[in-house]
């Protein structure tokens, strides 16, 4: 008998262990609700999209998943709070593919000056401890692993997250070589949402991953937050301010749109206090221009620019100087 259970855990040692089941992030029927904010001018989030994936496209015989978003909006006041809806319109963003079979996930990216075209690997779950990863600083062109645009990143340790389907993934943890402090991890199955999407959609901000779903089931994060459907659609070609950065105490407000549409505008300071009184307007198809009234003795610094319009929520920042 004693030798029988001797044999029997010699022979359970040498049977394969098996692997945790890979999750993959680029499903169909996910959805993320990305948040952006700003540390230094804002202390909360300020404005947020919904990110999925719908169709594909092929490049070179690859196959590349269409990253698609629609804004969360609120009520159009000050601050940016919740109850949330999600603006009508959906707007393609990316192009992003995942090998299952080396876990990874990588974005095409194409440089509208140069024409330049390139693929970016955004995520690899296959690391192990000690292996240094470069992200990507902005997804907006290639980068080159030998100028600025990367973040070199040393993975010190690998855990394990619960899923709220009760499916279990792994969370990679991260040092940097430069102090890019609010970007530590990313989950498996999840990503990350300065990763996810690229840093600057209208504006110059961060982001931050809200809540995944996975076919309308919550998975991940605080998924209360929208609660409908904003109406009427709307389309916008550009948002400029000119001039930008201004020595005179007055700024104009370009954009062109493809539908006639309501306009807010109000400008605060970096700290999210209203500088001065919301203007109306109504905008028509086509080109568009105002000039926002500002205080006599406005003070030389940094401003935002709040342009409130059907489906989204858009601040650019403006300087004195």
């Not at 001018?41 to 092929?58: K, L, N, R």
């Not at 978003?69 to 992003?96: C, K, Q, S, V």
């Not at 929208?226 to 000119?242: D, K, Y």
């Not at 950065?245 to 549409?261: C, D, F, H, W, Y």
Request: with cysteine.
């Amino acid at each position: 008998m004693k030798f029988l259970f001797h044999f029997i855990f010699l022979l359970f040692l040498s049977l394969p262990t098996q692997a945790q089941e890979y999750a993959p992030l680029l499903q169909e029927g996910k959805t993320w609700d990305i948040y952006h904010w700003d540390s230094e001018f804002f202390p909360s989030t300020i404005s947020g999209v919904q990110c999925f994936i719908q169709g594909d496209s092929v490049i070179g015989n690859v196959t590349y998943k269409h990253l698609r978003m629609r804004y969360i909006l609120d009520d159009g006041e000050w601050p940016y709070l919740p109850p949330f809806h999600l603006g009508t319109n959906d707007y393609f963003y990316a192009l992003m593919r995942e090998d299952t079979a080396s876990q990874q996930v990588f974005s095409y990216f194409t440089d509208t000056n140069t024409g330049e075209s390139a693929e970016v690997l955004v995520y690899d779950f296959s690391l192990q401890p000690g292996d240094t990863i470069y992200f990507p600083q902005e997804l907006s062109l290639p980068p080159d692993i030998n100028n600025c645009c990367f973040w070199e990143a040393h993975l010190d340790s690998i855990s394990s997250v619960t899923l709220q389907n009760a499916k279990v993934v792994r969370q990679f943890h991260f040092t940097f070589s430069d102090d890019w402090s609010y970007f530590r991890n990313y989950i498996e199955s999840l990503g990350n949402g300065p990763l996810l999407i690229p840093f600057t959609l209208d504006f110059e901000f961060g982001a931050t991953m809200g809540c995944v779903q996975l076919n309308g089931d919550p998975i991940w994060g605080n998924c209360n937050k929208i609660v409908g459907v904003s109406e009427p659609p709307l389309a916008l070609s550009s948002i400029q301010l000119i001039p930008n950065p201004a020595s005179s105490r007055e700024v104009s407000i370009q954009l062109r749109l493809e539908k006639a549409t309501p306009i807010r505008l109000q400008l605060f300071s970096t700290t999210g206090t209203p500088i001065s009184p919301p203007e109306f307007h109504d905008c028509f198809p086509g080109a568009n221009q105002w000039t926002l009234p500002l205080p006599p003795d406005l003070s030389i610094g940094a401003y935002f620019v709040q342009i409130q319009l059907a489906d989204r929520l858009v601040y650019k920042k403006w300087v004195l100087y």
